[in-house]
């Protein structure tokens, strides 16, 4: 990575062939606009910007939890003084909860954290909550799952006639005794749980603000890119 | 005569709070009106009189606006319209020298270092609407008539792009609003011009390559250099498998003795030595630098830091007496008169030091910087070499910063992207 860098910087100015054709001048970076910056002068430059730790221990925290590597966040967040962790195990905790069939817990936490997730985003709201009367359903408990329809859902599928198709799919597979046999099995399987706690997981990440693509390989790039603008002698810049 | 409206170059942070107003030393020829957003040309003469704007056009978007309307085109209908620099001269046309450009609505040419001008487009009558734009990046400077766009007048515009907005009336009767978007929108999209600028350059970034491996490497890298082994190894753990041509280069990415070797073979003990100090257990610390990195106990300013830390730590226990026989002891080694040093003796004057002004001392971020001074002297002084004052993944974000800020120098001070996004 050492040698990216000082190709990289080669590739700005001249200093590489200056420096081993006439070994006496002093090497230089080259500017569109005849500027020379000696490589002194610009080490000086790079040894003075404005980069803090935290920014670079930012960076690389947002790496490990956008690609997903939890051992390496919560070891990182042990040894070093990176931002806290704490949304990204909420987030997972939530998430969890959806997957092992606690929806009311996961309903709560979510509300804890950012009541307007739910509130703002109907269609993940009735998903969730039809996923608690799924789980009603696989419980048994007829009785509080007919309630529960009653009480919470029906309103929300008065409102619109997808979640009223929905609703009544569901509700369907109270007549059927064995619930892994119905062509409505799909409602009971345990990728319906994992897509509904994707589905808010994505809400979640949404109203954190956090980006699905890491920074740091965006930040890679624009050196890159900058680099080669700044180097670029029609400086189209 | 030309107006500049009464502001600097186009700069809408500066106008959010403050509208720009029309500048002119021409009280006689040229009438302003209340709100200074509006001139009218009063006089009888045909020299040309101009106003200015007191702000230039805003440079932290690729793009800067503004659009006039024609109130009137006077008796001789010649208007001109265009842009200056901050040193121009208010009785010129826009456009005479070479620090102005302009579009004349008399016989509808585009003007710059001459008072002849090239063909463009058409005249502008009355109740026309004449935008102008500049584009920073690529240095060119375009005109819009009642929101079509009227094609590219200026091209390789460079130095100074601090540019003003400016207008220059010379008949009877010519009457001119300045608008900046503010108070209704423009007539031109601009918004969409804009988007479409900021789309391309993020094309042109994202178009160039880095691997998952690179990415990797300095990740790596970063963790080995400050001595995050655990860290590292459940980040190897997890990720090799995704790094199927990790071997590939590898010989190649670590040919050169750069320190690196050093780096991994110190890692276990830089990390304990972390470790302790963010613990807050300092006197550890001592004691492994000690056994490990003898040569850094000759080092003062590193050890000095130690100390100092050393005394934090013990107030922040509540250790007030120890800390305070500590500090006395170190009074006497350090000659120096060390900022930080007076600032942690001042913290003896707070009953509650972590709620004073002072508390970020009892921060984590504070024994990391204390960790990070440490890890770099036993670098530095312990065979990590001149190459090593920094990691890759550092030295990369400082390079991409310097080279950010040589880049904006050059567009004259415009801001090629904003770095705070993405930090």
């Known amino acids: 990575m050492e040698e990216l860098i000082v190709r990289l910087m080669a590739r700005n100015n001249s200093y590489q062939e200056s420096s081993s054709t006439h070994s006496a001048a002093p090497p230089t970076l080259r500017f569109q606009e005849k500027q020379e910056v000696s490589i002194d002068n610009w080490m000086n430059k790079l040894k003075d910007a404005d980069v803090s730790r935290q920014h670079l221990n930012q960076l690389i925290m947002n790496y490990f939890m956008i690609e997903g590597y939890k051992e390496a966040a919560q070891n990182f967040q042990q040894e070093s003084a990176a931002v806290d962790l704490e949304t990204i195990s909420e987030r997972v905790n939530i998430r969890n909860l959806m997957e092992s069939g606690r929806v009311e817990e996961a309903v709560e936490c979510t509300n804890d954290m950012n009541p307007e997730i739910l509130d703002t985003n109907s269609a993940l709201f009735f998903h969730i909550q039809q996923q608690r009367l799924i789980e009603l359903i696989r419980e048994n408990r007829t009785m509080d799952a007919l309630q529960f329809a009653q009480q919470q859902l029906a309103a929300q599928g008065e409102e619109n006639p997808e979640f009223l198709e929905e609703l009544e799919k569901t509700m369907a597979l109270l007549a059927f005794d064995d619930h892994t046999s119905t062509p409505l099995s799909h409602l009971m399987s345990l990728r319906q749980r994992i897509k509904i706690a994707s589905e808010l997981n994505a809400a979640i990440l949404l109203s954190q603000k956090q980006d699905k693509d890491p920074k740091l390989p965006f930040l890679i790039k624009m050196t890159k890119w900058s680099q080669e603008t700044l180097g670029d002698k029609h400086g189209r810049m | ?423």
């Open chain 2, 1 to 423: 005569m030309s107006i500049t409206p009464d502001l600097p170059p186009m700069r809408e942070d500066n106008h959010t709070d403050m509208e720009q107003q029309l500048s002119t030393k021409d009280t006689k020829f040229l009438l302003v009106s209340l709100d200074k957003t509006t001139v009218t040309y009063v006089g009888k003469g045909s020299h040309s009189h101009d106003v200015g704007i007191s702000l230039p056009l805003s440079t932290d978007k690729p793009i800067g606006y503004f659009e006039v309307s024609i109130n009137n085109k006077g008796a001789r209908g010649s208007i001109c319209i265009g842009l200056s620099k901050s040193d121009f001269q208010l009785n010129r046309q826009p456009g005479w020298d070479s620090g102005s450009y302009g579009y004349d609505g008399s016989d509808g040419k585009k003007l710059h270092s001459s008072m002849l001008g090239d063909n463009y487009s058409d005249p502008f009558n009355t109740n026309d609407v004449i935008g102008c734009g500049i584009n920073y990046k690529k240095g060119e400077i375009f005109f819009t008539r009642n929101g079509t766009f009227l094609g590219t007048a200026f091209r390789r515009v460079r130095g100074d792009l601090s540019l003003y907005p400016t207008v220059g009336l010379h008949s009877q009767g010519e009457s001119v609003t300045f608008h900046f978007g503010k108070k209704k929108p423009f007539l031109f999209n601009i918004q969409h011009m804009i988007e479409e600028e900021e789309g391309k350059f993020m094309v042109e970034v994202e178009s160039k390559t880095v691997s998952r491996r690179e990415i990797h490497e300095l990740i790596r890298g970063y963790l080995i250099f400050h001595g995050y082994s655990d860290t590292l190894s459940a980040f190897e753990k997890s990720s090799d498998s995704t790094d199927d041509d990790k071997n590939s280069d590898d010989v190649h990415m670590r040919s050169a003795d750069d320190g690196s070797e050093f780096l991994l073979q110190t890692l276990q003990k830089r990390r304990e030595i972390r470790s302790n100090i963010m613990n807050g257990d300092v006197l550890n610390a001592i004691r492994c630098i000690e056994d490990d990195f003898p040569r850094v106990m000759d080092e003062k300013r590193c050890m000095r830091t130690l100390r100092s830390q050393h005394f934090v730590e013990l107030l922040k226990k509540g250790q007030t007496m120890d800390a305070i026989t500590f500090g006395q002891s170190m009074v006497g080694d350090t000659m120096e008169d060390d900022e930080d040093e007076n600032k942690i003796f001042s913290l003896l004057a707070y009953p509650k030091p972590e709620q004073s002004p002072l508390a970020s001392l009892f921060s984590v971020q504070q024994r990391e910087k204390v960790a990070d001074v440490v890890n770099q002297t036993i670098i530095q002084t312990c065979g990590g070499g001149e190459n090593q004052w920094a990691c890759a993944l550092e030295k990369c974000m400082r390079q991409l910063l310097v080279i950010q800020d040589h880049l904006s120098q050059r567009m004259g001070g415009v801001q090629p992207f904003d770095l705070s996004k993405y930090l």
